[in-house]
């Protein structure tokens, strides 16, 4: 998936976007929707924020929070 302009799989690159775009938003609703365009899925689960890869909605990891 795609991170600062990059195709990657790389869970280390993946998280360190999404926190910087989580500071950009107001609320836990607007950054899921931001991340969606962006083509990840985040699901809050028990351990954290679930993180899939859209379309395919296959899991990459957890985003502990």
Do not use: H
């Not at 990059?6 to 926190?19: H, K, Q, V, Y």
């Not at 938003?25 to 931001?34: D, H, K, P, Y």
């Not at 899939?52 to 502990?64: C, D, I, K």
């Amino acid at each position: 998936m795609f991170a600062e302009n990059r195709l990657t799989e790389d869970m280390g690159a993946i998280t360190a976007f999404l926190l910087a775009e989580r500071e950009k938003t107001l609320s836990e609703a607007e950054w899921r929707f931001r991340m969606k365009g962006y083509g990840y899925n985040l699901r809050r689960i028990g351990a954290g924020v679930e993180v899939a890869r859209l379309p395919q909605n296959r899991v990459l990891g957890t985003l502990e929070l």
